[in-house]
């Protein structure tokens, strides 16, 4: 069964922090992806990565940086967190084909918390 | 911009009746198309793709979707829908490069 697996469900975490949010998948997957998730605004894309040690920014990456060291594995950091980062947090792979993403697979989700 | 428009931010239905579900996106070239559907607390899992071929996509749980080129439309459609259903559903598109743009949902609330 295929799987992407996000490190927590729920954090909570205090303004000014860093924070880590780990993501793996073990499907062999070139592109993976953060979200955020907020109601009403459906997701929007922080960050995503093509390959191992690359990156490209989303539509929405300020406050926020990621790392890809292995290709299995994705992390989204928060810089110094703040109240406004509250939200619901997507990580997602997705192969290729014809060299467009197809469909993707989620983790659960991390519910942050920043009080 | 590319951009993907769900018509409808929530469906109110009766158990059993048929619902539509509608997406109208933005693009003059080719695309792949999907929708997922989240439960409460839950990550997004795929309902049905549409990548080529047949324009009239089945998925699971009965879901199924036609892919309309001249209305750039990928409405979603359920002919007898359950209390399960109650979720939210994402139409999604990816046009080029590596970016896959969500709409912005749609609550589909099914009552008894």
């Known amino acids: 069964d295929v799987k992407v697996t996000q490190s927590s469900r729920y954090l909570v975490k205090r303004t000014g922090e860093k924070v880590f949010l780990e993501c793996v998948q073990d499907?062999?997957?070139?592109?993976m992806f953060w979200y955020r998730q907020d109601p009403g605004l459906g997701l929007r894309l922080i960050y995503f990565s093509y390959d191992v040690k690359m990156k490209e920014k989303g539509d929405i990456p300020e406050g926020y940086s990621v790392s890809r060291e292995k290709k299995e594995r994705f992390s989204l950091i928060l810089e110094s967190a703040s109240t406004n980062q509250t939200s619901m947090y997507l990580c997602?792979?997705?192969?290729?084909?014809?060299?467009?993403?197809?469909?993707?697979?989620f983790g659960q989700g991390t519910r942050l918390t920043v009080v | 911009a590319q951009s993907v428009t769900q018509l409808d931010s929530q469906v109110p239905v009766f158990e059993e009746a048929p619902v539509e579900l509608r997406c109208n996106y933005s693009s003059s070239v080719s695309v792949y198309l999907f929708w997922y559907v989240q439960y409460p607390n839950q990550g997004l899992q795929l309902l049905l793709k549409?990548?080529?071929?047949?324009?009239l996509v089945k998925g699971i749980n009965g879901f199924e979707a036609e892919f309309n080129k001249s209305q750039t439309s990928f409405h979603l459609r359920k002919p007898s829908v359950h209390i399960s259903d109650t979720a939210e559903y994402f139409c999604?598109?990816?046009?080029?490069?590596?970016?896959?743009?969500f709409g912005a949902g749609t609550r589909l609330f099914v009552k008894a």
């Open positions: 499907m062999d997957h070139e592109n």
């Open positions: 999604a598109v990816t046009r080029g490069g590596f970016k896959t743009i």
């Open positions: 549409y990548l080529s071929g047949s324009t």
């Open positions: 997602a792979s997705s192969p290729l084909l014809r060299g467009l993403n197809t469909e993707a697979f």
